[in-house]
């Protein structure tokens, strides 16, 4: 009875080792079945942010590009200053030449802030997740700053609008004397010289401003494009 009790524990306990090894095994398992998908996870992530800061340097591009043509207009405004008999009727015609479009700063890409709405971010090492967190905040940093000024900008110049600088409202007007002495822009042409400048001041500023940031954060892109694929190279 001895030696068949004896049998019977070391056959309990050698079932007992099987269970905990089986046990062990499938956790060791289902571990590495759930690193390989959050593996999965942040290579996709890598990949997309790879592809969203490709697409966000062709926007920086176009629009740096688009800022430097408005520049060039800019200037060829500011030759009437060196033409003789400059007046308020010749510079309000001139400066409507120029392009008063302002566009609306507005980053497509979305990878970022998926990844810091929902966590996710937290599955990179520490020096990217800070790169992917400064170049979102630079972002909106930017687009604040840029939208907010060109706003006031506009303010400016639907003012003086709203005051008569309307270049196609005073050629009309050379035919009609009469109907132009009763309108009688010409009082308020020196106020609109000076919100005609400063619109035009403050658009440059803010083209100027965005140009300058535009041109960081492509720098920014590129360094966390080459930290990505050291990333994904391992």
């Not at 049998?7 to 956790?27: C, D, N, P, R």
């Not at 800061?53 to 200037?75: C, H, Q, V, W």
């Not at 300058?212 to 920014?220: C, E």
Request: aromatic share 10%; charged share 25%.
């Amino acid at each position: 009875m001895e030696n068949k009790t004896g049998k019977y524990f070391k056959y309990a306990i050698g079932e007992i080792i099987l269970v905990v090894i089986g046990i062990l095994i499938a956790l060791q398992i289902n571990n590495w079945n759930e690193n390989r998908k959050t593996d999965d996870i942040r290579e996709n992530y890598l990949k997309q942010l790879l592809v969203d800061l490709e697409t966000d340097k062709i926007y920086y591009n176009n629009m740096i590009s688009t800022l430097e043509l408005f520049a060039e207009g800019y200037n060829d405004f500011y030759k009437i200053y060196g033409e003789p008999g400059l007046n308020a009727s010749k510079f309000i015609l001139e400066i409507q030449k120029i392009n008063f479009l302002h566009f609306e700063i507005e980053f497509k890409t979305s990878t970022i802030k998926t990844l810091i709405s929902t966590g996710d971010i937290k599955l990179f090492e520490s020096t990217l997740r800070n790169k992917l967190t400064t170049y979102n905040g630079k972002q909106k940093h930017i687009m604040t700053v840029s939208n907010r000024n060109a706003n006031s900008s506009q303010d400016i110049l639907k003012n003086a609008m709203m005051n008569g600088a309307n270049s196609d409202l005073l050629l009309r007007l050379q035919n009609q004397p009469n109907f132009s002495e009763y309108l009688n822009i010409e009082k308020n042409f020196p106020k609109l010289v000076l919100e005609l400048e400063a619109f035009l001041n403050w658009k440059k500023l803010t083209e100027n401003y965005t140009i300058s940031s535009f041109n960081s954060l492509i720098k920014k892109s590129d360094n966390i494009i080459e930290s990505i694929n050291k990333e994904l190279a391992k």
